[in-house]
């Protein structure tokens, strides 16, 4: 078994359950991420070639044919996962925020505009991503991680390290395009 089969086969096995925690989706991030950029290096000269006289780099057709590839999508697909977490402690202040204004109208058309960024262009995609639908971000499901080039390859992430970011994005999402239509507006900023 080569190196890159022993990077994925460690990373499987942080979980028992088949449920993946972000604690330790982050710690194997940190633990290969020096060894990501190097493979990622190393990977980017493969496709490299002199057409004439510049040196330039040619897509790769056979998607993520070799296991140091696949590596590098698992790699980079959970570290945008992680980037996906970024807002966490952000939404929780903002759902405090919002559970005492949700009765005033103007006040949620405030909050919404302030929020504008993040709920329509930033985590617009966020229940399609993890979830397949919005509906089923209400349900009690685990956030759903699809690997595009290597389609055997599916994850669960604990739901309860999203809360906030679940819970905004819902909100968000039910208040938002409902109000811009009342409007009609295309955004409220």
């Known amino acids: ?3 890159i089969q022993n990077y994925i086969q460690e990373f499987e096995s942080l979980s028992l359950d088949g449920i993946y925690s972000l604690d330790k ?4 991030l940190l633990k290969y991420g020096e ?12 496709f490299m070639h002199f057409i004439n006289g510049k040196r330039i780099r040619l897509p790769n057709y056979i998607q993520a044919r070799i296991p140091e590839e696949k590596f590098l999508h698992i790699y980079k697909t959970l570290n945008e996962l992680t980037e996906q977490h970024e807002h966490e402690e952000y939404f929780k202040k903002e759902m405090a925020i919002y559970k005492n204004i949700k009765n005033n109208h103007q006040k949620v058309r405030e909050w919404l505009a302030k929020n504008e960024y993040l709920g329509a262009d930033k985590y617009l995609m966020f229940s399609l991503d993890y979830f397949g639908e919005e509906d089923e ?3 009690e499901i685990h956030l759903q991680v699809t690997f595009l080039k290597d389609k055997e390859r599916v994850l669960f992430i604990d739901r309860k390290d999203f809360q906030y970011t679940i819970e905004f994005t819902n909100t968000f999402n039910n208040t938002y395009w409902d109000l811009l239509e009342e409007l009609k507006l295309d955004k409220l900023n």
Request: charged share 45%.
């Open 35 to 46: 060894d990501y950029k190097r493979i990622k290096k190393e990977e980017s000269e493969h």
């Open 137 to 139: 971000m209400e349900n």
């Open 1 to 3: 078994m080569n190196f």
């Open 25 to 28: 989706i982050e710690y194997w």
